[in-house]
Structures are given as C-alpha cells and as structure tokens.
T-cell receptor
Framework: AQKVTQAQTEISVVEKEDVTLDCVYE???????LFWYKQPPSGELVFLIR??????QNEISGRYSWNFQKSTSSFNFTITASQVVDSAVYFC????????????FGTGTRLTVIP | DGGITQSPKYLFRKEGQNVTLSCEQN?????MYWYRQDPGQGLRLIYY???????QKGDIAEGYSVSREKKESFPLTVTSAQKNPTAFYLC??????????????FGDGTRLSIL
C-alpha cells in the first residue's frame, strides 16, 4: 500500500497566486516524521521542512506554510504569492520510527508557475 | 562549502557491463543512502549505510552493490544483473543517531542510460 499519496501530479498557477500541494500519508506508528522536499530542474532534492507526529502546530516560513492534521493524515504545503522560482517538483515523505532509514516518498507534484 | 558530490552527472552503460556511480560527502554525516528515481515516481531506496563497513539493502537492492570503506564515500555499482538500470540516481546523507528523524541532504544526481 502506498504510504504517501500526492494526488496532484501537475499544477500550474499564474505568478502571485497561492497554491496548496496535498499530501496524505498512511502509518500505524505513533511516532513518525513527515518531510517536504523540493526538486528544481537541476535535480538535487532540497530539504524544506520536517515535522514529527507529536507536533501538530502549523508552521510558516516566509511564503511557505504547512498544515499538519493527524485527524485526516494530511500534511499539506501552501506557497503564498507564488514566484517563477517556485517551479519544481515537490515531494512529501514519511519516516517511521520503527523502520529506521527508510524514507517513503510520494510520487511528487510538479508545480509550474507561469509569469 | 559542505555538501554531497555525485559523479559523473551522465553515464552510459553497455549491455553486460558494470558501472560505478560515485558519491562523496564532506558533511561528516554517518549515514548515507542511494535512491533511484524513475519518471512519475517517487524515490525508492536501494541501499543505505549507517556506519563505515556496514550497509543494508533497501527496497530495490537487486542488481546493485555498494561499499562503505570510508565515512565520506559510498559508491554504488550497477551490475549487469540489473536489467532496467535507466534512471536518475540520487545519493543522500544524514546525521547519525536516529536517522528516521533527520533530514537527508542530497547530491545533484547521476543520470544513467543504456547504450
């Protein structure tokens, strides 16, 4: 079974629009960690955020914000006032405390910001 | 600057040939990982290593081999037994201890193709 689902394969928005990338995860562990990574055209994955299962506080970092809801097993990512430089593939990932070293990635969402 | 260096950026393999992908890190990280990325899919774990001279199979280890003789280096060999090696390969590292909670830092990747 897919542990991390990113249902949106591709999204296009016009610059300055807000956009939300969805991530739904599945785990039986009570202790787990959720991550978002950005993969620009250069290929390197860039770490954006880590959230542990005991911390449901939403987080904001500049134009980026994350909404973690255990009740719906979701960890959504919102970009406010999108910019062309935000164009990339974004991956959500899950790590379970009982399965060390195994990071389960979603299939990614390709975001295109149109100038 | 600290980081992860993968080489070469592009690699071509002939039928029946083994090829080795290089991964070097100067972040002083204990754990290192190899992932495979196919179009439209998330990353899948091939092998990982928590310490020198130790490594474990990931989800898709068949047809691959690794070594970890030095902390800084974690080369991946794609053997002739890997029948579908065309993919983008990413190397990552993370601080030791509790790897499941630590973000992984990625290299720029190597794109392997069959001639």
């Amino acid at each position: 079974a897919q542990k991390v689902t990113q249902a949106q394969t591709e999204i296009s928005v016009v610059e300055k629009e807000d956009v939300t990338l969805d991530c739904v995860y599945e785990t039986r562990d009570t202790t787990y960690y959720l991550f978002w990574y950005k993969q620009p055209p250069s290929g390197e994955l860039v770490f954006l955020i880590r959230r542990n299962s005991f911390d449901e506080q939403n987080e904001i970092s500049g134009r980026y914000s994350w909404n973690f809801q255990k009740s719906t097993s979701s960890f959504n990512f919102t970009i406010t006032a999108s910019q062309v430089v935000d164009s990339a593939v974004y991956f959500c990932a899950l790590s379970e405390a009982l399965l060390r070293n195994n990071l389960f990635f979603g299939t990614g969402t390709r975001l295109t910001v149109i100038p | 600057d600290g980081g992860i260096t993968q080489s070469p950026k592009y690699l071509f393999r002939k039928e029946g040939q083994n090829v080795t992908l290089s991964c070097e890190q100067n972040l002083n990280h204990d754990a290192m990982y190899w992932y495979r990325q196919d179009p439209g899919q998330g990353l899948r774990l091939i092998y990982y290593s928590q310490i020198v001279n130790d490594f474990q199979k990931g989800d898709i280890a068949e047809g691959y081999s690794v070594s970890r003789e030095k902390k800084e280096s974690f080369p991946l060999t794609v053997t002739s037994a890997q029948k579908n090696p065309t993919a983008f390969y990413l190397c990552a590292s993370s601080i030791g201890g509790t790897p499941s909670s630590q973000p992984q830092h990625f290299g720029d990747g190597t794109r392997l193709s069959i001639l």
